[in-house]
């Protein structure tokens, strides 16, 4: 069976259960979540006794077949939960994974559970085993554009009915963290009046638990959003983010747009350019639109001053690393936001 989408994942466990899971990703909540519901599907058919082993760095790996030989005196089905924090089983623990999705053991239902995996991780042997013999599922990161959708058809199960703008406050207040949206979500369905929560309470009552990442700073610059910039910028250094990494996450861009703008302007590859700096095929048009939309030698002018506030931020000229980083990535994103205003019109 071939990895199956993570929103199909509920469907497919309540249709009955596969021999052996490997569920993985980076959203803890709805892994905990689809992890409950395995457990309850388990329940009914039959699996009476669970079993949690941690394989960190000094697991004996003995013990999963330990395990499954072990036989309970009041049950005769086990769900055998292998929690494997880094992804990384090892030489002995990818040949026992192997095995063990090669044989699956009706009475010993095995779910391997892991937080992030690299692409090759998610190809590695034993998960491609695993993926043939059973369900493998990967819970990626909600994306910022199905943020408010994901919030009223959460708050929906919750009977709470949250027009667009309820909605829209609530995703924007807790991007990137979907365990305080979800407790955002509990906390309004008990301020609830008959089920609708007005913008003026969500409001009040809704903090700002959002979670940048230091890329998401270059992808705003990029969207030409300058609210956003800043407020990924005042969260970045909230949290004690170095900026040096803030600066060097912006400057990437900004030098692939200052290539990009010195290949056209000379006519030369701008696919060797793409090359060069290993950008990613989706954002390859945005950089190029920018580029060309902007004024020859603007981005050049802008690496420049990145340069500048490279100095500040090591101590070898005077300043505050973050004002210069805030100066540097608004004036980036009006850049782009000016050419986001010629393509609407």
């Not at 939960?81 to 095995?110: I, T, Y």
């Not at 992030?116 to 043939?132: M, V």
Request: include cysteine.
């Amino acid at each position: 069976m071939a990895e199956i989408r993570f929103d199909e994942l509920p469907a497919r466990i309540d249709r009955g259960l596969a021999p052996i899971y490997l569920i993985a990703g980076e959203e803890p909540l709805l892994i905990e979540e689809v992890l409950d519901r395995l457990r309850a599907q388990a329940r009914r058919e039959g699996f009476g006794e669970r079993e949690v082993l941690h394989a960190d760095g000094s697991f004996d790996w003995s013990r999963l077949a330990a395990t499954t030989d072990n036989l309970s005196l009041f049950t005769q089905r086990r769900l055998i939960e292998l929690r494997l924090p880094g992804g990384k089983p090892g030489r002995e623990g990818s040949a026992v994974l192997k095995a063990r999705a090669a044989a699956p053991d009706a009475d010993n239902l095995l779910v391997v559970i892991c937080g992030r995996l690299e692409p090759a991780q998610r190809r590695s042997a034993w998960a491609s085993a695993i993926a043939r013999a059973g369900v493998m599922s990967y819970a990626w990161p909600l994306r910022r554009t199905d943020l408010a959708d994901w919030t009223r058809r959460r708050a929906s199960d919750r009977g709470l009915a949250l027009d667009a703008e309820v909605a829209a406050l609530l995703a924007e207040r807790n991007e990137g963290n979907l365990l305080a949206l979800a407790q955002e979500i509990e906390k309004l369905a008990l301020l609830a009046d008959d089920g609708r929560v007005s913008l003026d309470t969500a409001r009040e009552a809704v903090g700002d638990s959002a979670r940048f990442a230091i890329f998401d700073l270059p992808e705003a610059v990029l969207a030409g959003d300058v609210a956003r910039t800043l407020r990924i910028l005042q969260r970045l250094r909230a949290e004690g983010e170095e900026p040096v990494l803030v600066l060097w996450a912006l400057a990437r861009d900004i030098r692939v747009l200052a290539d990009l703008q010195s290949a056209l302007a000379g006519r030369g590859a701008v696919a060797e350019v793409m090359s060069r700096h290993r950008v990613w095929k989706n954002r390859q048009s945005r950089l190029q639109a920018i580029a060309r939309g902007t004024k020859p030698g603007a981005w050049a002018r802008m690496l420049n001053r990145a340069a500048g506030v490279d100095r500040v931020v090591k101590g070898a000229e005077s300043g505050r690393p973050w004002d210069e980083l805030l100066e540097l990535s608004t004036r980036a994103a009006r850049g782009a936001a000016t050419v986001n205003r010629r393509e609407r019109h």
